[in-house]
T-cell receptor, first 112, second 113 residues
Framework: LAKTTQPISMDSYEGQEVNITCSHNNIATNDYITWYQQFPSQGPRFIIQ???TKVTNEVASLFIPADRKSSTLSLPRVSLSDTAVYYCLVGISSGGYQKVTFGTGTKLQVIP | NAGVTQTPKFQVLKTGQSMTLQCAQDMNHNSMYWYRQDPGMGLRLIYYSASEGTTDKGEVPNGYNVSRLNKREFSLRLESAAPSQTSVYFC????????????FGQGTRLTVV
């Protein structure tokens, strides 16, 4: 199982771009990188998933270097409502989520 | 869109009591999961069902049993609740053979006294 390491917490002011980096040195060839967001008292919610290079959707971008040993979730112009815990997951392949572990995530606090 | 529905949302049990947490999904997903989340921690997998008719242990299965009643429903049973099982429980579902997202329920907050 690929182990991930991400910062425990981050603070950012409203309107700034936030980059959260996740390290996953032993990522396997078939592993995808997936990020989830969790608000207090709610279940996690999918943000973005990628395999290599760059993926962008309406809420975030995911940057993955060629060696795939790390990835960076980029949230443009954060607002107070982006205050949440962000989880980096590695290992989702055709087998489903049973081989994936949620770490403690990165607690992002957006400051007015 | 209901997605993943869990019942109940809150429950208080006395030590030794039993209960079943219910989960249903309406997305026709093959795989379903039960997680627990303790304060300040990430989610830990209790049991999962890769497809209808199969169930397997996850990281922390002790003290729990599961039933995949049909493709839609996956229940989690505590036979004899213990204070250490005080936690928030999340059910999730996903497609089995796709690199895709998992959908989570809103959680069941369980307190065992």
């Amino acid at each position: 199982l690929a182990k991930t390491t991400q910062p425990i917490s981050m603070d950012s002011y409203e309107g700034q771009e936030v980059n959260i980096t996740c390290s996953h040195n032993n990522i396997a060839t078939n592993d995808y990188i997936t990020w989830y967001q969790q608000f207090p008292s709610q279940g996690p919610r999918f943000i973005i998933q990628g395999y290599k290079t760059k993926v962008t959707n309406e809420v975030a971008s995911l940057f993955i270097p060629a060696d795939r040993k790390s990835s960076t979730l980029s949230l443009p112009r954060v607002s107070l409502s982006d205050t949440a815990v962000y989880y980096c997951l590695v290992g989702i392949s055709s087998g489903g989520y049973q081989k994936v572990t949620f770490g403690t995530g990165t607690k992002l606090q957006v400051i007015p | 869109n209901a997605g993943v529905t869990q019942t109940p949302k809150f429950q208080v049990l006395k030590t030794g009591q039993s209960m079943t947490l219910q989960c249903a999904q309406d997305m026709n997903h093959n795989s379903m999961y039960w997680y627990r989340q303790d304060p300040g921690m990430g989610l830990r997998l209790i049991y999962y069902s890769a497809s209808e008719g199969t169930t397997d242990k996850g990281e922390v299965p002790n003290g729990y049993n599961v039933s995949r009643l049909n493709k839609r429903e996956f229940s989690l049973r505590l036979e004899s609740a213990a204070p250490s099982q005080t936690s928030v429980y999340f059910c999730a579902s996903s497609e089995r053979y796709k690199n895709t997202e998992a959908f989570f329920g809103q959680g069941t907050r369980l307190t065992v006294v």
